[in-house]
């Protein structure tokens, strides 16, 4: 990598619109002009509205990939008990790597596009989409490196054996051989998110889903021409459709329409632009880790009651799950305005959309907290009857769901944090609720022989800590002088 890395002072002599103007041809006139309108909304409109604009394309593709992951694990099913125990082993470390690449590392490259674009030097933030694609090739042979070498022992660690170990090492290593492509594609999205197009991603990751949705039975099961690979054929078809996703991607982003291009000229990549979008997405990659493990640990203290209490708090966390969706759509949107605003200098109406994002999304994580607090057998009783299984999922709602709000207002700031180059408050604040629901919550149960609301009383107030720290540092301190912005020689 060290070859494709230049020092900075290989470029300094040419500012970002000197450039600009050698890498970036003339754009397509319907693109720059929409593009054009969405910064001006952003710097200037409502904020309630442009932000509901700007998420909307991203619930959309949010939702349509569920399904899809349903579809495909419906698929699965056919195979057997072993097959589905294979991928569901796998699941966590995929999903793992998706949540690092889309929100973690991909929310430093949405950020220092959109703080680049909101200080006007397209070609920083083309330079920057760069630098991106290169962190998602080196992730991506590091995710695949580290799944081939490692993946058996975390298999069995995740309770892998026999026909389900096999499956998930025959399905885990087709799916990492793509890690690469997964990577393109979700850094790809978010420097086109932070440019505020929307749209271009989510119409590529639709139009995959056609592939992916009779591509993943037809090699499953042999239909037609194709070959019957059973598991092996449902990670073929993530890989082709993570492929053809990259593919479209970089061809859209080399092509004349794109307001965002990206060049291919390895002087642009450079230690200050990578570290600029590490400085954030690296910091955010943590929050990321210490999320999963949090869910790690506290499931495993909920199996000290037994398998109903799991099957139990499985069923409502999956509540906790569904609504990802709209807080990242929300976030993502909420990250592009923040950027733009702080990359023109408009930090107090930064701030703003920071707060407006926050309590629009706890308006709507309360409704359904409240909701289900009332009537948690409403949700519950779609998965399972059995007594003991609804009395520990009623538990966990009637103790965690009334701060739902608190949740969902705490990861808008998280979003909004990584806009503004600003994500140590957040990180911290993950540590200590990592401490409070995850460690406080053992030592409740296996220690002091706590019941089952004593572990969740912990969680919830691990996410209320979370909540405070992140609003109280944005309140208290503001994001001041704007983080990480070009000058007008390409530095700091």
């Known amino acids: 990598m060290t070859t494709l890395i230049s020092q900075e002072s290989s470029s300094s002599s040419a500012s970002p619109r000197s450039v600009g103007a050698v890498t970036a041809p003339a754009r397509g006139r319907n693109d720059n002009e929409a593009t054009t309108f969405k910064q001006k909304a952003m710097l200037d409109g409502p904020v309630l509205p442009t932000l509901l604009k700007l998420a909307l394309p991203t619930v959309v593709v949010l939702v349509v990939q569920t399904l899809v992951g349903v579809a495909e694990t419906y698929f699965v099913s056919f195979l057997g008990t072993e097959a589905i125990a294979g991928v569901s082993l796998v699941f966590p470390i995929f999903m793992l790597m998706q949540m690092m690449s889309n929100g973690g590392i991909g929310g430093g490259v949405a950020s220092s596009i959109a703080r680049a674009i909101g200080a006007g030097t397209v070609a920083e933030a083309e330079a920057l989409a760069l630098n991106a694609l290169v962190l998602a090739v080196v992730f991506g042979v590091i995710f695949a490196g580290a799944e081939w070498l490692c993946g058996e022992a975390v298999y069995r660690l995740l309770g892998g054996r026999a026909g389900a170990l096999g499956a998930a090492l025959e399905y885990g290593h087709i799916v990492f051989l793509g890690a690469v492509f997964v990577w393109i ?62 593919v479209v991607l970089t061809g859209y982003l080399r092509s004349a329409r794109a307001s965002l291009r990206l060049p291919f000229d390895v002087r642009l990549i450079t230690r200050r632009r990578l570290g600029d979008i590490l400085r954030v997405g690296g910091l955010s990659a943590v929050g990321t880790i210490q999320s999963n493990l949090t869910v790690v640990l506290v499931t495993g203290a909920v199996g000290l009651f037994g398998t109903d209490a799991i099957a139990g708090y499985g069923i409502a966390s999956r509540l906790d799950y569904i609504q990802i969706p709209i807080l990242f759509a929300l976030g993502s949107a909420a990250l592009t305005m923040v950027g733009v605003n702080i990359g023109s200098g408009q930090i107090g109406r930064a701030e703003r959309i920071a707060w407006v994002a926050a309590f629009f999304a706890a308006g709507v994580t309360e409704l359904l907290g409240l909701i289900v607090t009332v009537f948690p057998h409403a949700w519950l009783t779609l998965f399972s009857t059995k007594p003991e299984v609804l009395a520990a999922g009623s538990i966990y709602f009637r103790t965690v769901a009334p701060f739902y709000g608190i949740t969902g207002f705490g990861m808008l700031l998280y979003f909004a944090g990584q806009g503004a180059g600003r994500v140590i408050w957040p990180v911290l604040g993950g540590t200590v609720r990592l401490l409070v629901a995850a460690g406080i919550g053992w030592i409740v149960v296996a220690d002091l022989g706590g019941a089952l609301r004593g572990l969740f009383i912990a969680v919830a107030a691990g996410s209320i800590v979370y909540s405070a720290i992140v609003a109280g540092a944005l309140w208290l301190s503001g994001w001041g002088q704007p983080a990480g912005l070009p000058n007008s020689s390409g530095g700091k």
Not at 187 to 216: Q, Y
Request: aromatic share 10%; charged share 5%.
């Open 185 to 246: 594609v979700s850094l790809l999205a978010a420097a086109l998110r932070g440019a505020g197009n929307m749209i271009a991603p989510a119409a590529v990751i639709l139009l995959g889903v056609f592939v992916l949705l009779p591509l993943s039975p037809a090699l499953i099961f042999g239909w037609g021409p194709f070959p019957k690979l059973g598991v092996a054929g449902a990670g073929v078809a993530v890989v082709v459709y993570y492929l053809v996703g990259a």
